[in-house]
T-cell receptor, first 112, second 113 residues
Framework: EDQVTQSPEALRLQEGESSSLNCSYT??????LFWYRQDPGKGPEFLFT???AGEEKEKERLKATLTKKESFLHITAPKPEDSATYLC?????????????FGAGTRLAVHP | ETGVTQSPTHLIKTRGQQVTLRCSSQ?????VSWYQQALGQGPQFIFQ???????GRGNFPPRFSGLQFPNYSSELNVNALELDDSALYLC????????????FGQGTRLTVV
């Protein structure tokens, strides 16, 4: 069964304190792995798509990496405005449609 | 280009009633997916529409149904509402040239009492 597990469930950081969020996945065949940011009561905001092991993508203070079993979202020198829930999702090759399987997310709080 | 928009933003319904949620996809996007997100959980795939036909469905009962219109907008209908249907309902659209990247609307918060 295709599955996504994110850790930790919640993370509290001081402003400027770098850290990483983990996304472990099992999928029969991977079309893509996605990272989204979600603010309370809002829809997820697209951050990155990774397609193959070894791929990396960066955006401002965020960097996403991918291996065959997991992905990391590295946050460098975070600011309070980076506080949000970060969601990881996989898109299986099978099924013929663009279904996303999400993890439960990591709630990040960055304090001044 | 305009983003994905959903209506209404909030809704309160009584158990046993029926509800219709609406979604306008981003300009140029012909694929629309619907997700249910319970509090503290990740979104769960309900179904997807491509060119007005359902082409994928998650583990949701038949009382969850949908439509896609020629302009690619979409509706999610839920019959015989149950208390557990209370959730944030998200619509996502994607384009044919960037097939994998789905862009989400702000969601509809449904409360069933």
């Amino acid at each position: 069964e295709d599955q996504v597990t994110q850790s930790p469930e919640a993370l509290r950081l001081q402003e400027g304190e770098s850290s990483s969020l983990n996304c472990s996945y099992t999928v029969s065949g991977l079309r893509g792995l996605f990272w989204y940011r979600q603010d309370p009561g809002k829809g997820p905001e697209f951050l990155f798509t990774l397609y193959s092991a070894g791929e990396e993508k960066e955006k401002e203070r965020l960097k996403a990496t991918l291996t065959k079993k997991e992905s990391f979202l590295h946050i460098t020198a975070p600011k309070p405005e980076d506080s949000a829930t970060y969601l990881c999702a996989v898109q299986p090759l099978s099924g013929g449609y663009n279904k996303l399987i999400f993890g439960a997310g990591t709630r990040l709080a960055v304090h001044p | 280009e305009t983003g994905v928009t959903q209506s209404p933003t909030h809704l309160i319904k009584t158990r046993g009633q029926q509800v219709t949620l609406r979604c306008s996809s981003q300009s140029g996007h012909n694929t629309v997916s619907w997700y249910q997100q319970a509090l503290g959980q990740g979104p769960q795939f309900i179904f997807q529409y491509y060119r007005e036909e359902e082409n994928g469905r998650g583990n949701f009962p038949p009382r969850f149904s949908g439509l896609q219109f020629p302009n690619y907008s979409s509706e999610l209908n839920v019959n015989a509402l149950e208390l557990d249907d209370s959730a944030l309902y998200l619509c996502a659209s994607s384009s044919p040239d960037r097939e994998s990247e789905a862009f989400f609307g702000q969601g509809t918060r449904l409360t069933v009492v």
